[in-house]
């Protein structure tokens, strides 16, 4: 059963354009929607995250929209540049858990 | 402040063999979480450890994997008789959890090929 459901699973943008990737949940007790960024042969680095509390939050060229009814929320790269070619993993933990649940992630392409 | 340190970064086992891991934390990270990567696919969790502790290992298989994190030294993730369907990249992760759980940072991790 996959608790995180994330698409598209690759993405091919132009330099310039606007890069979106979504993510879907079930789990109603997910409070906290992180986002990290993976590189070939490096481990995820945390990127942005949001509590279900706030529809949205912009950190430079990245923004996440939450939708908490539709238990949807996404990734937006504004401006998108060659150097944020990596995969995207979206994640949600449970209050009182300790566990990440990844999506199966996205592969983001930006062509120059 | 040096992050996450975790070696060897490649380890090449045949099967039967056993695998060691190790982990680092970041500097004043007393909390540890060990994920799995197999390719084209998310992390999957696998054991959340404090010091001389195993606090939620729901995520570790039954057998031939286990974990520690004792007070001085690093977390080992220890898989026994390794098999083909171990070849993953393992990933460490620690938190401060000054307020909780949810910023974990992630180490390189180690690729674990088995032959």
């Known amino acids: 059963q996959q608790q995180v459901k994330q698409s598209p699973q690759s993405l091919i943008v132009q330099k310039g354009g606007i890069s979106i990737i979504n993510c879907a949940y079930e789990?109603?007790?997910?409070?906290?929607f992180p986002w990290y960024q993976q590189f070939p042969g490096k481990g995820p680095a945390l990127l942005i995250a949001?509590?279900?509390?706030?529809s949205e939050k912009k950190e430079g060229r990245f923004t996440i929209s939450f939708n908490k009814s539709a238990k949807q929320f996404s990734l937006h790269i504004m401006d998108s540049q060659p150097g944020d070619s990596a995969t995207y993993f979206c994640?949600?933990?449970?209050?009182?858990?300790?566990?990440?649940?990844f999506g199966k992630g996205t592969k983001l392409t930006v062509n120059p | 402040n040096a992050g996450v340190m975790q070696n060897p970064r490649h380890l090449v086992r045949r099967r039967g063999q056993e695998a060691r891991l190790r982990c680092s934390p970041m500097?004043?990270?007393?909390?540890v979480y060990w994920y799995r990567q197999l390719p084209e696919e998310g992390l999957k969790f696998m054991v959340y450890?404090?010091?001389?502790?195993?606090?939620?290992e729901s995520g570790m298989p039954k057998e031939r994997f286990s974990a520690e994190f004792p007070k001085e030294g690093p977390s080992i993730l220890r898989i026994q008789q390794v098999v083909r369907g171990d070849s993953a990249a393992y990933f460490c992760?620690?938190?401060?959890?000054?307020?909780?759980?949810?910023?974990?940072?992630f180490g390189p991790g180690t690729r674990l090929t088995v032959t």
């Open positions: 994640a949600a933990i449970q209050g009182g858990s300790e566990k990440l649940v």
């Open positions: 949001i509590r279900p509390d706030v």
């Open positions: 500097k004043g990270h007393s909390h």
């Open positions: 789990n109603t007790a997910f409070d906290y």
């Open positions: 450890l404090q010091k001389e502790n195993i606090i939620d």
């Open positions: 992760a620690s938190s401060p959890r000054l307020a909780g759980p949810y910023e974990q940072y």
